[in-house]
């Protein structure tokens, strides 16, 4: 038998034959949306509240949409980019646009952060930290500006 009919997944997406018609990987693509969107909802919702639970949730929910921004741009190489809820199209931002917004945003919320192991199950200061720790990753998104110099500098 098949070793892709025993698999529970898409043999597609195993066998890395994927494209953006494919309904997993739309899925993946509203998902991140919507969750950038959720985002930016609280982060204008909270707007302007300076006591220190607030600007710590604020905190979270900017690395929350850093890391979904990182992931729209992992996969899909640019992304629609908005910091603000709108019901208007927002701009397509290419890889190295998105990584250096990614990096300002964990620079500029570090100190925000809760402390390792202060705060159970949330995010902390170590999490900013991620994409700082993986040069190889941050040279390919700086000077990326198409999907295509991906696959040719890996």
Same mark, same amino acid.
């Given at each position: 038998?098949?070793?892709?009919?025993?698999?529970?997944?898409?043999?597609?997406?195993?066998?890395?034959?994927?494209? #953006? #018609?494919?309904?997993?990987?739309?899925?993946?693509?509203?998902?991140? *949306?919507?969750?950038?969107?959720?985002?930016?909802?609280?982060?204008?919702?909270? +707007?302007?509240?300076?006591?220190?639970?607030?600007?710590?949730?604020? *905190?979270?929910?900017?690395?929350?949409?850093?890391?979904?921004?990182?992931?729209?741009?992992?996969?899909?190489?640019?992304?629609?980019?908005?910091?603000?809820?709108?019901?208007?199209?927002?701009?397509?931002?290419? +890889?190295?646009?998105?990584?250096?917004? @990614?990096?300002?945003?964990?620079? #500029? @919320?570090?100190?925000?952060?809760?402390?390792?192991?202060?705060?159970?199950?949330?995010?902390?200061?170590?999490?900013?930290?991620?994409? +700082?720790?993986?040069?190889?990753?941050?040279?390919?998104?700086?000077? +990326?500006?198409?999907?295509?110099?991906?696959?040719? #500098?890996?």
């Amino acid at each position: 038998m098949d070793l892709a009919r025993k698999m529970p997944v898409s043999p597609e997406l195993t066998y890395m034959r994927w494209n #953006s #018609s494919h309904q997993q990987t739309e899925i993946l693509y509203n998902r991140l *949306a919507y969750n950038i969107t959720l985002c930016n909802f609280f982060l204008d919702q909270i +707007a302007g509240k300076e006591d220190a639970t607030s600007v710590q949730q604020r *905190a979270e929910a900017r690395f929350l949409r850093s890391l979904f921004y990182y992931y729209l741009m992992d996969t899909f190489g640019k992304a629609p980019f908005t910091e603000h809820f709108s019901k208007e199209n927002p701009p397509q931002k290419t +890889a190295s646009e998105l990584f250096a917004y @990614i990096e300002s945003e964990l620079e #500029s @919320i570090e100190n925000d952060m809760s402390e390792p192991r202060q705060a159970p199950f949330r995010t902390c200061r170590q999490s900013c930290l991620l994409v +700082a720790a993986c040069p190889f990753v941050s040279q390919i998104y700086r000077y +990326a500006t198409d999907r295509s110099l991906f696959i040719t #500098s890996l």
